[in-house]
């Protein structure tokens, strides 16, 4: 038996070494934090984004799939066919 056995009170005591380090390194290092990216850019770009993806699944879905023409998407006469169609009047 050359291992080295720990009491219960030396393992308790460890853990307690440990706990009063790490927090003690937390508080002594207060971490401020720097975005390279500001959140209110960030859901600028989400935005657009989201609106780019909207335009290009539209574009594919009526001129690609739905045998179309690309550009016919952006007119106004198209989508007020698309409404009219799904008002059914």
């Given at each position: 038996?050359?291992?080295?056995?720990?009491?219960?009170?030396?393992?308790?005591?460890?853990?307690?070494?440990?706990?009063?380090?790490?927090e003690e390194?937390?508080?002594?290092?207060?971490?401020?934090?720097?975005?390279?990216?500001?959140i209110w850019?960030?859901?600028?770009?989400?935005?657009?984004?989201?609106?780019?993806?909207?335009?290009?699944?539209?574009?594919?879905?009526?001129?690609?799939?739905?045998?179309?023409?690309?550009?016919?998407?952006?007119?106004?006469?198209?989508?007020?066919?698309?409404?009219?169609?799904?008002?059914?009047?």
């Amino acid at each position: 038996m050359s291992e080295q056995v720990k009491t219960r009170e030396e393992i308790k005591k460890g853990k307690e070494d440990s706990q009063k380090k790490a927090e003690e390194a937390r508080l002594g290092a207060k971490r401020v934090r720097v975005r390279l990216i500001p959140i209110w850019l960030r859901l600028i770009l989400m935005v657009i984004s989201i609106l780019i993806c909207a335009m290009a699944g539209a574009a594919v879905g009526y001129g690609m799939l739905g045998g179309g023409n690309v550009t016919d998407i952006f007119k106004e006469s198209t989508w007020t066919h698309i409404i009219d169609l799904v008002d059914k009047k």
